[in-house]
């Protein structure tokens, strides 16, 4: 794998642990509608885009829903603002050191780091665990059109580092990621939840494996 000469990482699940936020957030919106949503429901919107989880979540209503898009997106708004709340409570804490660590390991072995996600909340989250720095370059869900498994944000990422998709490697723990790196023409290493999704051309178990990887 010395092919590899830059590393781009997806946010949540792997670089900390939103989704308990994410599930309470969208379970609130979902029991003011009436809509039954648990945590299995949830791990079906891991990587997936706001909007599309959205639908998700809309697409367990047993009563049909007819919505027009300014209600979608007032939803939408309505479960990123209970969101925000929590996000609000983040602190340094709430990533490893191991991650920390790792990270800065990476780097003096010379290696240029990104962020690539889905999330449009991924500067505010980075920003919250004072995780900006650990960072070269930053592509999230404001700056594509088209989301993961679409390999967008991932490719955006590596021309910010200045690395060419075939010699970048990406950090994933969700399928949608993961199919994002193999279309982009990248290593996909599968990490957390995703570690043995077939999709994963490279297995992590560690965090901490990733600076003898490569
Ligand atoms: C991804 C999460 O990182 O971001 C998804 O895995 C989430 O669960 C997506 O839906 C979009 O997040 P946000 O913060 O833009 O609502
Ligand atoms: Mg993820």
């Given amino acids: 794998m010395s092919n590899i000469k830059g590393i781009i990482f997806d946010l949540d699940g792997v670089l900390l642990s939103t989704d308990r936020f994410h599930f309470l957030a969208w379970k609130k919106l979902a029991d003011r509608m009436g809509i039954t949503f648990t945590e299995k429901d949830n ?53 490893a050191d191991e991650v920390r660590e790792t990270l800065a390991e990476l780097r003096k072995k010379g290696y240029p780091l990104a962020v690539g996600s889905s999330s449009k909340n991924t500067r505010f989250i980075l920003s919250q665990t004072e995780l900006t720095d650990a960072f070269d370059a930053i592509a999230d869900g404001n700056d594509i059109k088209n989301s993961k498994p679409d390999p967008e944000v991932f490719l955006k990422a590596a021309a910010l580092i200045g690395t060419a998709p075939e010699n970048c490697a990406v950090i994933e723990d969700a399928e949608a990621g993961l199919e994002a790196a193999n279309r982009g023409g990248m290593l996909s290493v599968a990490y957390a939840s995703a570690v043995d999704c077939p999709l994963g051309k490279v297995k992590l178990h560690k965090f901490s494996d990733l600076v003898n990887m490569f």
Avoid: F, H, Q, W
């Avoid at 989880?53 to 049909?64: A, D, F, Q, R």
């Avoid at 997106?73 to 609000?88: F, G, M, P, V």
């Fill in 43 to 95: 791990e079906r919107l891991r990587g997936v885009s706001r909007m599309e989880s959205l639908e998700i979540v809309l697409s367990l209503s047993e009563k049909p829903l007819t919505l027009s898009e300014e209600e979608k997106i007032a939803l939408a708004t309505e479960k990123n603002d209970c969101y925000r709340e929590y996000l609000k409570t983040l602190t340094p804490a709430d990533v």
